[in-house]
């Protein structure tokens, strides 16, 4: 899911991302609140109409800025008490308050208010959070069913927190599980933990999560991540990679990341990456370093949308491989490739 955090994907428009094939886009419940406010949003036809995306939007809850905004917040039992990034005020988010923001934007797919640990964190800071989570997991698909946002064709997805615990990971997920959600998330990963324990961990929540309904990693990742995660039975991803490293000029190809900064491709009238076919691959390698160089607006819309596109195109290979039933030699191939591969 490419990530529209404040109802737009950074320099990219709503046709463009249609045009790469991007099915459904991701907003973020916590910024959208503080500005311009979910009230007016609801006033103006919901997100959907706001931002000019006909697509589905899933709506993260905020529970990733009870991590990153640490020293603006307060995890209470009810929920959480911030301090606005913008302008100081307070604002508090409970079960009550996320499922009302994402029923005012139209969301699609709701996310449940969680609590996100840092890592690292003790057991018992962990399993707290992780009791807390499950609480407000139980109340936001009360509040939900209670409310017709479920019966009116609206989806709340749970997330399963954990921190590097595994049994604590167990227990979420077979407690949610229980609860019967069309979906679920892997959460608390890539919070700073090394990549072979975040492997660990979503190898250890995804065997515990129902089988026949989408498992979703929030915030992820590289292209191997993702791969590998595909493996693991992970089916949604997001992550604002692909378009933030396009806006200092890096750029994904099926032999590693290519820095357009480097003097190499002054002159370079090479595309990006052979075979990999959307609007940016008309221009050589020596314009798109131009427009980097020259710092001009169109240098982040071109690489956001290669970026993106090589996002969508790498998962919609992997749908094709497990399709073909040859996903595993294949993705394994295709990492050491990756991995391998000398800037060109």
């Known amino acids: 899911m490419p990530v529209g955090t404040q109802g737009t994907v950074k320099a990219v428009t709503p046709a463009q991302l249609t045009g790469i094939g991007a099915q459904i886009l991701l907003g973020n419940t916590y910024h959208l609140n503080l500005r311009p406010g979910s009230g007016l949003i609801r006033g103006l ?39 606005s990034h913008i302008d100081g005020a307070n604002l508090f988010l409970g079960p009550r308050e996320i499922m009302g923001i994402q029923a005012d934007l139209g969301s699609d797919i709701a996310m449940v208010l969680d609590e996100c640990p840092p890592w690292p964190c003790s057991r018992e800071d962990c399993a707290a959070a992780v009791a807390r989570s499950d609480r407000w997991a139980r109340e936001c698909l009360r509040i939900a069913e209670e409310s017709g946002f479920v019966a009116g064709g609206h989806h709340v997805f749970a997330i399963v927190q954990g921190s590097t615990f595994e049994d604590l990971r167990r227990g979420a997920a077979e407690s949610l599980g229980s609860m019967n959600f069309p979906g679920y998330a892997i959460g608390g990963v890539s919070v700073g933990e090394p990549e072979p324990e975040m492997i660990k961990q979503v190898a250890a929540t995804t065997a515990f999560l129902p089988a026949g309904k989408p498992r979703y990693t929030m915030g ?33 190809t099926p032999d590693g990341p290519v820095n357009l900064r480097n003097l190499k491709h002054r002159a370079d009238p090479r595309p990006i990456a052979e075979g990999v076919n959307n609007y940016t691959s008309r221009f050589s390698r020596a314009y798109l370093r131009h427009l980097v160089m020259a710092g001009e607006m169109l240098a982040g819309t071109l690489l956001s949308i290669h970026n993106l596109h090589f996002y969508l195109d790498l998962v919609s290979q992997a749908r094709a491989h497990i399709d073909a039933g040859d996903f595993g030699p294949w993705h394994t191939a295709w990492i050491d490739r990756y991995e391998a591969g000398v800037e060109g």
Do not use: N, Y
Request: contains cysteine; aromatic residues 10%.
């Open 220 to 252: 992820l990742g590289t292209p191997p991540q993702i791969l590998k995660m595909i493996a693991l039975g992970v089916d949604m991803f997001d992550c604002v990679l692909p378009t933030r490293v396009a806006r200092h000029g890096l750029v994904f």
């Open 45 to 83: 036809g919901g997100l959907h109409r706001f931002m000019g995306w006909e697509g589905p939007i899933l709506t993260d809850s905020g529970g990733f800025q009870v991590f990153s905004l640490a020293k603006l917040r307060e995890v209470r039992e009810d929920g959480i008490a911030f301090q």
